[in-house]
DNA sequence: ATATTAAATTGTAATCATTACAAACTAAAA
DNA sequence: TTTTAGTTTGTAATGATTACAATTTAATAT
């Protein structure tokens, strides 16, 4: 077991999830790609790896991670959820071009006139046209 | 046909909406309630009214009035799409206790480090507890 | 007006992401 | 080893959305 393997499997069990290979794997993924995956990219991903690996297995981990604060839910998309492993607060880009979604740093928007309230999450999305496709008129 | 419904069916013709009955009836809604309904809060409330309407015609409408930039869509439930008529720029607040959801308004954020993008659509939402919910412990 | 053409509405069936559920498997505890 | 708990898997069900063809309604030309 290599060191990454073994800090992740740490991670993992720090925020009280129990490691199994398959929740590992799909752990991995999202941090070494890090290209906002839906579950069908995640399972063609890890299909040759792991062949018993099944569509609801990656359903479950994920909505695990997500209870348990590792991962956030990207519904940029309006027929399919994506997934991030970084929970640090910025946003996504998503180019309707090329289909490419980049993350986005930004400041927290001031929040006018509404007071009182607690936030678990934020989410924010542009959706237009990136750089790159700009650039092809 | 009262003054109100007279302004509607200009302001569809305006941005190139052919008027039928539902169409003004749907829009009519959207613009009363301000509740960022789905397709089936609309349905539910309009199907007195016309007793022939079909999900197909409120889809089929909604997506002409998207495209048309009548109205947006709001992907803040993983589950069902919501839509709103009103497409200044503002923000999303759902309270996940009651599951309202409340129009924030809020200042354009700053982007950092990203260039040469150009906007279509701004989509910003908060999850949390809302002040009224926050008041019972 | 009437006939012709185009567009809007409707119902039904298909699609597809997601969830429910039970069986099989694996790991942990006794 | 036995028991128990938790994980993975496959299949079936759910439910929002879309595809599509038929019907109805509106617009245009004769």
Chains 1, 2 share one sequence.
Do not use: W
């Not at 991903?45 to 604060?69: C, E, G, M, Q």
């Not at 590792?70 to 998503?94: C, M, P, Q, S, W």
């Amino acid at each position: 077991m290599d060191i990454e393997t073994t800090k992740i499997n740490s991670y993992l069990k720090s925020h009280d999830i129990k490691v199994s290979y398959q929740r590992a794997q799909i752990y991995k993924y999202l941090l070494k790609y890090k290209n906002h995956p839906t579950v069908d990219m995640i399972y063609k991903a890890l299909i040759n790896d792991i062949p018993s690996l099944s569509k609801t297995t990656i359903y479950n981990t994920l909505k695990l991670f997500v209870d348990k604060k590792l991962v956030n839910v990207i519904n940029i998309e309006d027929n399919e959820t994506r997934y991030d492993a970084d929970t640090t607060f910025h946003g996504h880009f998503k180019c309707k071009k090329c289909n490419k979604i980049y993350d986005i740093r930004l400041e927290k928007p001031m929040i006018i006139d509404f007071e009182n309230y607690s936030v678990d999450e934020y989410h924010f999305y542009i959706k237009g046209v990136c750089s790159e496709c700009n650039k092809i008129k």
